[in-house]
């Protein structure tokens, strides 16, 4: 893991659209942002939460109905999939939701430079596949997460995890679209995924506690043009240098044996409960 620490803005995701991405990703992601919303021991104690990398807001969704008494600041790069999840008509007054880099952004509860506050007074900060986004500057990411949580304060969250399986399922992935298509390969993914002994160092480097940290591993046999799609959709700014996606998902699905293979999707998540010490 890089100790860099490099901030950018990425807005451009003509890599996907929101809609493709809700449709080719919903049931998966609905799944885990359900597992993410309910990480919490306490909800009634939230009063005040943030999510990382909200998207079309499925866990923001989530987070409306199990924290019943918190306002919630969301907050995603891209503001075509903000659209989306202002969509859903959150609760107006509880739900904020905010355009911006998390590397970027600096954000308390009462509008001080993060980077230069002691305590962002969030009780609790939620995020589910998008925390392995912030790949390589990992370390500065989950420093800026302890920084947002007030004392005592909880990290529940799930990322892009590691298991034998999924190297297997990325190798396979790499294989099929090497030299076929441009900075697309499953090793840009890989390279992002995160061990629980990964997320325990990194816990540690910010002064977090380990709550809670496991693995969950989910396996769904796919046509290979709806897995194309879904990982097409799923590519987020990876690069700027990259086919369109109607493009990239015809030769995926040529690259993976055609319309009429079947691809056992590899779906891992590393899941984690992080305290800010009181
Ligand atoms: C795979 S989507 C997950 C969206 C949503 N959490 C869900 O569960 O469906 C990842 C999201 O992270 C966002 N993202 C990536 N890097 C980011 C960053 N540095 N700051 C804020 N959002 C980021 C992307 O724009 C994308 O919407």
């Excluded at 306490?42 to 005040?48: A, F, G, H, I, T």
């Excluded at 709806?226 to 995926?252: K, N, Q």
Aim: glycine share 8%; net charge negative; charged share 25%.
């Amino acid at each position: 893991m890089s100790e860099n620490v490099r901030t950018e803005t990425v807005t451009d995701h003509r890599w996907h659209t929101p809609e493709e991405y809700d449709e080719a990703t919903g049931r998966l992601q609905q799944r885990n942002a359900a597992l993410v919303a309910r990480l919490h021991p306490d909800p009634d104690s939230v009063r005040r939460a943030y999510e990382v990398g909200c998207g079309t807001g499925a866990l923001t969704e989530e987070l409306a109905h199990v924290l019943p008494k918190a306002r919630i600041t969301a907050l995603d790069v891209s503001d075509d999939m903000l659209r989306l999840a202002r969509n859903r008509g959150l609760a107006p007054d509880r739900v904020e939701f905010r355009l911006g880099s998390f590397l970027e952004d600096d954000h308390t509860t009462d509008g001080r430079n993060v980077s230069a506050a002691e305590d962002g007074g969030y009780d609790a900060v939620f995020s589910n596949a998008a925390l392995h986004w912030l790949h390589p500057h990992y370390t500065e990411g989950f420093a800026r997460i302890r920084r947002l949580l007030a004392p005592g304060g909880l990290l529940c969250a799930a990322a892009a995890g590691r298991t034998a399986a999924a190297d297997a399922f990325d190798h396979r992935i790499e294989e099929a679209t090497r030299g076929v298509l441009p900075n697309g390969d499953g090793s840009s993914f890989n390279r992002r995924r995160l061990t629980a002994a990964d997320v325990v160092d990194l816990a540690d480097a910010a002064g977090l506690a380990v709550d809670d940290v496991f693995v969950v591993e989910r396996r769904r046999t796919l046509p290979a043009p709806a897995y194309a799609t879904w990982w097409v959709a799923s590519g987020g700014p990876w690069s700027a240098d990259r086919p369109e996606a109607h493009e990239a998902v015809r030769v995926l699905t040529e690259a993976l044996g055609g319309a009429r293979t079947e691809v056992e999707l590899v779906h891992v998540s590393t899941c984690m409960v992080l305290r800010r010490p009181a």
